[in-house]
């Protein structure tokens, strides 16, 4: 049975890229989030969520990968060019990948993160930084 997936990325073609990948592995991806608000209204029709760092109204993906995991109990993982700001990482989230992400690196780092909700094992992709 497929996850239901949040995408939090403000640039359309990398959003678009990771619903493509999503919907393609059997998942269902709920919606695209720009920005803070509209993340936590698609948050409750969510298991999992991939987000950037830098969105429309800033760099509030932190701030958001947090909430989503700590107040609506989605699987967070973070996808951004700049994984320096993430530090030792955010409370409730698993990791971080760097982007840009290849679509081999994407379609693992979909199915790891989908792996970590249901409690079963798996590979993590290549580059991926995981938190403590």
Do not use: W
């Not at 949040?6 to 890229?17: K, P």
């Amino acid at each position: 049975m497929g996850c239901r997936i949040l995408v939090v990325e403000d640039e359309v073609f990398v959003a678009t890229e990771i619903e493509y990948v999503v919907e393609e592995l059997g998942h269902h991806a709920v919606g695209i989030a720009a920005d803070k608000t509209t993340a936590l209204r698609l948050a409750p029709f969510a298991d999992v969520a991939f987000v950037d760092l830098n969105l429309l109204d800033g760099p509030t993906g932190p701030e958001i990968g947090r909430m989503l995991a700590e107040q609506h109990g989605l699987t967070v993982l973070f996808m951004t060019a700049n994984p320096g700001l993430l530090g030792n990482g955010v409370p409730g989230t698993i990791g971080v990948l760097p982007k840009p992400v290849g679509e081999d690196q994407l379609k693992q780092a979909v199915e790891y993160t989908v792996a970590r909700r249901q409690a079963q094992s798996a590979r993590p992709p290549r580059g991926l930084k995981i938190f403590n």
